[in-house]
């Protein structure tokens, strides 16, 4: 069965950094894409990033050159470095592994984690 776990969310103040991370159990997705959404109270599931095998990485405008994603493939591991934080990225971060195409469309990821809050106060 596979599993993702996120872990690192929490409140912050704005302009301060966190690092989530999500570990991936039931099988090894290091030739696969691995990606983070976000959903806030009341919106959609938003695409923040992603990463393929080859190390490739897209952003969200909205993120872009504030949030890094990474991943240790030996640790079937995949990080996001968020910095600068602001009020408006406090949503439920979800991590994802599983997609072949549109790395933006949530319906696109076969398996998710169960998300971790993260919340920027102003």
């Known amino acids: 069965q596979v599993q993702l776990v996120e872990s690192g969310g929490g409140l912050v103040q704005a302009g301060g950094s966190l690092r989530l991370s999500c570990a991936a159990s039931?099988?090894?997705?290091?030739?696969?894409?691995m990606g983070w959404f976000r959903q806030a109270p009341g919106k959609g599931r938003e695409f923040v990033a992603a990463?393929?095998?080859?190390?490739?990485?897209f952003y969200a405008d909205s993120v872009k050159g504030r949030f890094t994603i990474s991943r240790d493939n030996a640790k079937n591991t995949v990080y996001l470095e968020m910095n600068s934080l602001k009020p408006e990225d406090t949503a439920v971060y979800y991590c994802?592994?599983?997609?072949?195409?549109?790395?933006?469309?949530?319906?696109?990821?076969?398996?998710w984690g169960q998300g971790t809050q993260v919340t920027v106060s102003s």
């Open positions: 990463i393929w095998s080859s190390g490739s990485t």
């Open positions: 994802a592994a599983g997609t072949a195409v549109g790395v933006t469309t949530a319906a696109h990821w076969r398996y």
């Open positions: 039931g099988r090894t997705f290091s030739s696969s894409a």
